[in-house]
């Protein structure tokens, strides 16, 4: 009898793509997902902004200069890269390729202009949108953030009305509700877990 | 903004079916799913087989005779039904349309004939095949369950080893493993949590 044994003889390493507007809280659910211990390889982006309050170089981002960001481009080291609200955000390709060849599954962070871009050149990955639960609430947590002009704050909120759109390309939504973080890093480790028993789970390849 | 709201708004109930062939252990999943108290509605199944020790009618069966089962078949009260090692099996419609206007996740827990009857007849509904983790560990189970003879266990596996032939059918598989259990329960509520997650999820009707 042929058993398919989906943890230990045929379920692949997937490729996790946590995406969605500025100000959803993207940041904040990879952080408390890496605190839950689950032996994923996360993939971290390179950004020429400045660290936030309580941001580490090498875990939350790759913080580096506009020069240094210029010369990663110049030299193709960049997977995928887009200018978001006038700063540069990117994936290095060469932590991609050692995070594929970990065996471990990948899961990526990345603004819905990436998404896109990992649309068309991955089409296995598994692609989750993470949305505030209305309105009101994505603005309250742009002011709370702070750091941003009334400008920038109206112009993160055009940008998520518009960014809400692409939701449909999306394999998954987690409402990301004040308060309730940990329940939307519940909802994405039960999409892991039920994607890993998938009986036509793909192969990712970049 | 018009934002998606998968568990207030536009999150719809989901028709559930635990399938896989005897032995891989459906009861006993379905027995600690309904312990774990989540809000599922159970579809109870109705035979003409002996209860097995410790199993309550109505709520791991309606138990009834072979007449009874034969007048329900007549009156075309199941939706459908099968003979399966000799002993009738059937679902009554009407608990399927009391389960489906519950508004709660419905769980049904189907052989793999049944389970094939099932797809023709609803394609949007979630298909869960239940296995063992070899074929060893199924005949020893079925062993270890009694009340079978020699014959009946080898008609059991013969059958088993055709039925795994079914599963490129189903969406997902759960190895019920040895003394893991409760994970294979962890495995289906992965699985009822991220599909209620699905950008694309649908509205099931019978």
Redesign the interface.
Known sequence: ???????RLESHPLLIIVSGPAGVGKDALIRRLRQRGHPFHFVVTATDRPPRSGEVDGVDYYFVSGDQFARMIERGELLEHAVVYGQNKGIPKQHVREALTSGLDVVMRIDVQGASTIQRLVQDAVFI?L?????CE?EARLRARGGDTEEQVQKRLAA??EE?DR??A??????NRDGELNSSV??V???I???H????QPVVAI
């Open positions: 009898m042929n058993i398919p044994d989906p943890y949108f949305t505030a639960s209305s309105d994505l998520a009305r809400m939701l449909p999306f394999d998954y939504v987690v409402v519940d909802d480790l039960a999409i877990r039920a994607e028993l998938r009986v036509d």
